[in-house]
């Protein structure tokens, strides 16, 4: 996969988390713990994950609310725990386009600055859409992490 190729309209969202950066990054990379917050859909977290995190390895995941449902699938192409994590991202609402998802990491004490970059997005007409469901998902992210404290 070409790193370089970065066209094509790009999402990017920075949240502060309260909580340490090895406990985000599991919450991205074992399946156990991604069901409890990764949807997008606003209220109650209904999702089935499966995931082999490391360079090349395969995740998926149905992301459920109601009578709707979202499948997306992707490859892992780096893990760095517990600062970054690239996967490609493909499902319905990319228009089955393999797209390209960054999570980086950055501790400030307690807490961790995360920065998510969602990049080689088809079409501006999805941007808005995408922003509002990776904001949904790093709401139901930051509520896992306070359940836990």
Wanted: proline content about 7%.
């Amino acid at each position: 996969m070409d790193r370089g190729d970065t066209t094509g309209p790009i999402v990017q969202i920075r949240r502060r988390v309260r909580a340490g950066a090895e406990q985000i990054f599991d919450l991205w990379t074992k399946p156990e713990l991604m069901v409890r917050w990764m949807s997008p859909y606003p209220g109650a977290v209904d999702c089935k994950a499966n995931c082999d995190p490391r360079p090349g390895g395969a995740f998926s995941l149905v992301m459920s609310s109601g009578e709707s449902s979202r499948e997306v699938s992707g490859t892992y192409v780096q893990v760095d725990r517990p600062r970054k994590l690239v996967f490609t991202w493909i499902g319905p609402l990319t228009n089955n386009v393999n797209t390209l998802v960054t999570v980086e990491l950055n501790p400030r004490g307690d807490e961790t600055d995360l920065v998510l970059t969602h990049e080689r997005l088809p079409t501006t007409a999805i941007v808005e859409g995408h922003t509002r469901g990776w904001g949904n998902i790093l709401d139901h992210l930051a509520d896992a992490v306070s359940k836990d404290a």
